[in-house]
C-alpha cells in the first residue's frame, strides 16, 4: 500500500521539529525576554543581585563609595554590571562591568561631592547573546563637599568636610595664598600666592600640586571665567590683571587697571570683568574678548569686594 505523501512529509517535519528541540538549549523555554534599543535583552530568567549597600570614605573629589552585594542566584549569569545616578531612580549610567559572580563588591570615585544612586544587575553574554536582568535594590551615597580655605599667615590650604566640619587630611603648603578659585568643573583648584607673585593649580582628586605660574607682583585676586577656559588674576602691586590660559597654563599679556586692585567679578556670560581698584577708589571693567580696560568708574573710598548679581 502507498503511503500518503502528505502523511510522510508531515512526520518528516514532526521529527525533524522533535530533533532540533532536542538539541536546543532550554533557554527556548525560559527565558522571557525585552529587547531594547540598543540591542541588550531584560529577561526575566536571570536574577537580580541583591543587598546592595554603600559606605562613603573622604569628601569631595577625592572620596570613594564603596559598594557591596550578594550574587545572583542565578547560576546562567555570567557577571554584575554596576551602574550610577545623580537622581534617584535613574537614567543611570554603567560603572563598570564585573566577568563571574565571585566579585561582589566593588570601589567607586564619582569626582565630586553631592548625592549619588547605585543599581546592580546580573548578565549573560555568549554565543551573541546579551542578556540583563532588572535591576536589584537601589542604594544612596552622600558624598560631602570640601570647603579649601587659604591661610595666609600660615602659607598653607586647609580643606575641610562639610559634612562632619573636620579637616580632611593634612594642610597643602603655598606661599601666601589669598584666594582660592575653582574650576567650573571641579577638577582643579588654582590658589593666588601673595608672598610669590604666582598661583600655583591644585589637583582636587589627587591634592597633587602642580607647577607654580608666574603671574604679576603679589596676586590677590582671581576669576575663573564661566567656560573655564581663563583665570583672570588681579595683581595688586602690579597695578594689573593678567589673564592665564587653563588649558596651557601660561600667563597672557598683563592688562592695565587702577592702583592696588583688590578684587575682581566676571559677568554670567563670560564678556566683562569688573575690578576693584583700591588706592584709587574707582572700578574698571574689561571686554574680555579683546583684553581691553574701559573707563574706569569712580565708587567709594578704598573698594575691596565686588559681586555680580
Known amino acids: 500500500m502507498l503511503e500518503n505523501p502528505r502523511r510522510t512529509l508531515l512526520a518528516s517535519v514532526v521529527a525533524m521539529t522533535l530533533m532540533i528541540a532536542a538539541a536546543t538549549p532550554v533557554a527556548w523555554a525560559t527565558f522571557t525576554t525585552t529587547r531594547t534599543a540598543a540591542g541588550v535583552v531584560s529577561t526575566t530568567a536571570l536574577a537580580a543581585p541583591t543587598s546592595l549597600a554603600s559606605s562613603v570614605t573622604g569628601s569631595g573629589p577625592s572620596a570613594t563609595v564603596a559598594l557591596t552585594w550578594t550574587a545572583t542566584t542565578s547560576s546562567r549569569a555570567t557577571g554584575t554590571r554596576v551602574f550610577r545616578a545623580t537622581v534617584s531612580g535613574g537614567p543611570y549610567a554603567q560603572v563598570v562591568q ?27 553574554t555568549s554565543n551573541g547573546a546579551n542578556w540583563t536582568s532588572a535591576n536589584g535594590n537601589q542604594t544612596t551615597a552622600v558624598v560631602p563637599y570640601t570647603a579649601y580655605v587659604g591661610n595666609y599667615l600660615g602659607n598653607t590650604v586647609t580643606r575641610i568636610n562639610t559634612t562632619t566640619n573636620l579637616v580632611a ?4 603648603t603655598q606661599s601666601g595664598p589669598t584666594t582660592l578659585a575653582i574650576t567650573p568643573d571641579g577638577k582643579t583648584a588654582y590658589v593666588a600666592n601673595y608672598n610669590a607673585g604666582t598661583i600655583t593649580p591644585i589637583t582636587l582628586a589627587t591634592n597633587a600640586i602642580g607647577t607654580p605660574i608666574s603671574v604679576g607682583q603679589k596676586p590677590w585676586a582671581m576669576a575663573i571665567t564661566p567656560d573655564g577656559a581663563t583665570v583672570y588674576v588681579a595683581n595688586h602691586d602690579s597695578n594689573d590683571v593678567r589673564p592665564v590660559n587653563l588649558a596651557t597654563r601660561t600667563a597672557g599679556t598683563p592688562i592695565n587697571v587702577g592702583t592696588q ?9 563670560g564678556k566683562t570683568a569688573y575690578v576693584t581698584n583700591y588706592g584709587s577708589a574707582n572700578v574698571t571693567p574689561i571686554v574680555l574678548a579683546t583684553g581691553t580696560p574701559g573707563t574706569a568708574i569712580a565708587v567709594g573710598s578704598g573698594p575691596d569686594a565686588i559681586a555680580i548679581h
Request: proline share 8%; aromatic share 18%.
Open 98 to 124: 564585573i566577568s563571574g559572580l565571585a566579585t561582589t563588591g566593588y570601589t567607586d570615585t564619582p569626582s565630586g561631592g553631592g548625592t549619588y544612586y547605585y543599581v546592580v544587575t546580573s548578565y549573560y
Open 261 to 269: 586692585p583688590w578684587a575682581i567679578a566676571i559677568t554670567p556670560d
Open 169 to 172: 587630611g593634612s594642610a597643602l
